[in-house]
């Protein structure tokens, strides 16, 4: 891809302080006691004008849900807690060969695309064993029906390895799906992906845009969580290797949507105390979130590019 002429390199600071706009959740009987932990996440606006936090939490004795928050601004918190807002539904073909019959849906992400709300999110085990991204989309971004393909399941695509953590951004004519996986039958080095697609329904096959790089290894988690933002001519990758305190999420620079660096880290520019960031615009204002203490809800902080 060509290089955009006049192209700023900039760095992502974050600026000032966290605070906090996702609680820790109350999942009464299907927690154990304080063991349940939240992870990946969307931050989202309804047409109404609300703004919605969708997170992943992990831990409970059927597996994981999607817990919901919902706030009037994004630089107030804490946001109002409004329970569980998705489960598993093995008729949709989400977890169907999971790990003792758990529940398993994760890491949501919504784009938004001639009106209608678009929900990505990882329906792990298929029946082939791969995991899967599936969809559900919304008329409003409150009422949420799951897509059903030809089998009448939820699934867009499924691996390679264990396919999870969509991130979706149009790039041009087309959306790219950045998502973490391992090459088929390895656990080993992970890797984020791409695929594209004109309509947000029928995607390409995969390819390797970043993995390894001294910064993050080449463990089976250590490219988890991407995340993409096109600023000034260049792109830039988020890609976190360490959830726990302290946080490690790296940022890679590159002209080039499909080459953030492959076994190397050439492109990588900064390393952020963050996990799983989502990274939200409003108007002319960046923000970036973390959950990295996993069992204190999801934080958020402004993003200043310098």
Same mark, same amino acid.
């Given at each position: 891809?060509?290089?955009?002429?006049?192209?700023?390199?900039?760095?992502?600071?974050?600026?000032?302080?966290?605070?906090?706009?996702?609680?820790?959740?109350?999942?009464?009987?299907?927690?154990?006691?304080?063991?349940?932990?939240?992870?990946?996440?969307?931050?989202?606006?309804?047409?109404?004008?609300?703004?919605?936090?969708?997170?992943?939490?992990?831990?409970?004795?059927?597996?994981?849900?999607?817990?919901?928050?919902?706030?009037?601004?994004?630089?107030?918190?804490?946001?109002?807690?409004?329970?569980?807002?998705?489960?598993?539904?093995?008729?949709?073909?989400?977890?169907?060969?999971?790990?003792?019959?758990?529940?398993?849906?994760?890491?949501?992400?919504?784009?938004?695309?001639?009106?209608? /709300?678009?929900?990505?999110? &990882?329906?792990?085990?298929?029946?082939?064993?791969? %995991?899967? !991204?599936?969809?559900? $989309? +919304? *008329? =409003?971004?409150?009422?949420?029906?799951?897509?059903?393909?030809?089998?009448?399941?939820?699934?867009?695509?499924?691996?390679?390895?264990?396919?999870?953590?969509?991130?979706?951004?149009?790039?041009?004519?087309?959306? /790219?799906?950045?998502?973490? &996986?391992?090459?088929?039958?390895?656990?080993?080095? %992970?890797? !984020?992906?791409?695929? $594209? +697609? *004109? =309509?947000?329904?029928?995607?390409?096959?995969?390819?390797?845009?970043?993995?390894?790089?001294?910064?993050?290894?080449?463990?089976?988690?250590?490219?988890?969580?991407?995340?993409?933002?096109?600023?000034?001519?260049?792109?830039?990758?988020?890609?976190?290797?360490?959830?726990?305190?302290?946080?490690?999420?790296?940022?890679?620079?590159?002209?080039?949507?499909?080459?953030?660096?492959?076994?190397?880290?050439?492109?990588?520019?900064?390393?952020?105390?963050?996990?799983?960031?989502?990274?939200?615009?409003?108007?002319?204002?960046?923000?970036?979130?973390?959950?990295?203490?996993?069992?204190?809800?999801?934080?958020?902080?402004?993003?200043?590019?310098?």
């Amino acid at each position: 891809m060509p290089s955009e002429q006049g192209a700023i390199p900039r760095w992502p600071v974050i600026d000032g302080d966290f605070w906090r706009i996702g609680t820790y959740p109350d999942l009464g009987d299907l927690a154990y006691e304080a063991e349940h932990e939240v992870v990946d996440h969307a931050i989202f606006r309804s047409d109404d004008g609300k703004w919605h936090l969708w997170a992943c939490i992990r831990g409970l004795k059927v597996g994981r849900v999607f817990y919901g928050w919902e706030g009037d601004a994004l630089e107030e918190g804490p946001w109002r807690p409004v329970g569980v807002v998705m489960r598993a539904d093995h008729a949709y073909g989400e977890s169907i060969n999971d790990w003792n019959g758990e529940e398993w849906i994760q890491a949501p992400h919504v784009v938004i695309r001639d009106g209608i /709300h678009y929900m990505f999110y &990882g329906g792990h085990n298929t029946e082939l064993g791969e %995991c899967q !991204i599936n969809l559900a $989309t +919304s *008329k =409003d971004g409150r009422d949420w029906q799951r897509y059903k393909n030809s089998q009448g399941y939820s699934r867009l695509f499924t691996g390679p390895g264990e396919a999870r953590d969509p991130m979706v951004i149009q790039i041009g004519d087309r959306y /790219h799906c950045y998502y973490t &996986g391992h090459d088929t039958g390895l656990r080993r080095p %992970c890797k !984020i992906y791409c695929r $594209t +697609s *004109k =309509d947000l329904y029928h995607w390409s096959d995969y390819c390797e845009v970043s993995w390894g790089g001294h910064a993050s290894g080449t463990g089976p988690w250590s490219a988890e969580c991407p995340f993409v933002v096109h600023l000034d001519g260049y792109y830039y990758l988020f890609r976190t290797s360490e959830y726990r305190s302290p946080a490690r999420t790296h940022v890679y620079r590159s002209q080039d949507p499909f080459d953030f660096g492959l076994g190397h880290d050439g492109k990588w520019i900064a390393t952020l105390r963050v996990a799983a960031p989502e990274v939200v615009q409003d108007g002319d204002r960046y923000y970036i979130s973390t959950v990295e203490d996993l069992r204190g809800g999801v934080k958020l902080a402004r993003l200043r590019w310098v």
